[in-house]
């Protein structure tokens, strides 16, 4: 059992920059493949980033590539989202997400465990 909470979510101008971090609970953190996924009002959730076991590789949607980075630190059983020259179209709540499988990273059907989600607004 993993539970995740992301944190560092809030109100930002645009061109502006955030940092998300979701922390895990519980064993073997590093055995999960980790994806953050977004929600905007009024539409479906969808695919931001994901990041490999030990982080040797990471998995962008076209919107964020370039100006989200994902990584992540075992040692500390946490998950980051580096966003930097944010737009208005990135408002929506984030979510991570946690799973075993190898692959299918775009999938949210695959994930296992998620977060609450955190708010991100970014106003123009």
């Known amino acids: 059992q993993v539970q995740l909470v992301e944190s560092g979510g809030g109100l930002v101008q645009a061109v502006g920059s955030l940092r998300l971090s979701c922390a895990a609970s519980g064993r073997s953190f590093s055995s999960y493949e980790m994806g953050w996924f977004r929600q905007a009002p009024g539409k479906e959730r969808e695919f931001a980033a994901a990041?490999?076991?030990?982080?040797?590789?990471?998995y962008y949607a076209d919107s964020v590539k370039g100006r989200f980075t994902i990584s992540r630190d075992n040692a500390k059983n946490t998950v980051y989202l580096q966003m930097n020259s944010l737009k208005p179209e990135d408002t929506a709540v984030y979510y991570c997400?946690?799973?075993?499988?190898?692959?299918?990273?775009?999938?949210?059907?695959?994930?296992?465990?998620w977060g609450q989600g955190t708010q991100v607004t970014v106003s123009s």
């Open positions: 997400a946690a799973k075993r499988q190898y692959g299918s990273w775009w999938f949210e059907n695959r994930y296992d465990y």
């Open positions: 990041i490999t076991w030990i982080g040797t590789s990471t």
